[in-house]
């Protein structure tokens, strides 16, 4: 009678070791969700187009948008985790319109770059971007600030403790895969030590030396907004909240909508002139 009770013992663990060991090979197909290239069409015709290389030599396609009365004031956009470049275009054109010049890029593995997204590559970067804006003819190096969106947040508050911005804008921030993960999933403390990345915004936010605005959605299914809220909590003065009434993570209002672009471009005037 013991034997076919330890054969079923054996059999689930070992079911439970095959599932971990998938799920750790597995693991960043379930953060990562490259777009293809968007096609040449996507651009409007004012935009530059820029080719970045990375520290290890990684060469990334990026847009930049010039603006009229700039006078050398500009937004690095860091991308969510899906999508590509010409999803956010929305964003920079309205950036762009009220007088900032902004940069579009997409990560290693997105947009047609090569490559594979990780944790340091997304690092990597969001750098080799921040230094071609900075060294834009058009643009005033001390002018800058960086908008994070999702996990972007995490990749532009990073770079904010490497590469200090005017201003840091961060919209629906995780405070780290593993607390988002941990809400989604109750399980995930058993594979945590196992995550290849973490993106700890909450640790880097205590660090960084800029204004903050953080712009959360009412019923962000993503990131939910007590999450968002931890990470504004953890930043130091000054900073500002903002709550967009009943969007999702990924509706257009946080986007291009008119209430979120009204309290960017007034953080940002107060504190890139």
Known sequence: MLEPVLRLAAAALLAALLLVALLYVLQRRLIYFPGPAPPASAAPREVELLQLRTDDGVRLA????????????????????????????????????????????????????????????????ARAAAAALGAHPAVDPRKIAYFGESLGAAVAGGLALERAPAALVLRSPPPSITL???????????????????????????????PVLVLAAERDAVVPV?????????????KRWLTLPATGHNDRALFDGPRMIAAVTAFLDEHLS
């Open 62 to 125: 990026a847009w930049f948008l010039p603006a009229p009365n700039a006078n050398g004031r500009a937004v690095l956009i860091c991308n969510g985790n899906a999508g590509d470049r010409s999803h956010r275009l929305s964003l920079a054109i309205a950036l762009a319109h009220a007088g900032y010049g902004v940069l579009l890029f997409d990560y290693r593995g997105y947009g047609g770059n090569p490559g594979s997204p990780t944790e340091s590559g997304l690092r990597a970067d």
């Open 180 to 210: 988002v993960g941990r809400h989604h999933y109750p399980y995930l403390p058993i594979f945590e030590p196992l995550l290849l990345d973490r993106f700890s915004l909450l640790e880097q936010i205590r660090s960084v030396d800029a």
């Open 226 to 238: 007590s999450l968002s809220r931890r990470v504004f909590d953890a930043a130091a003065e000054p």
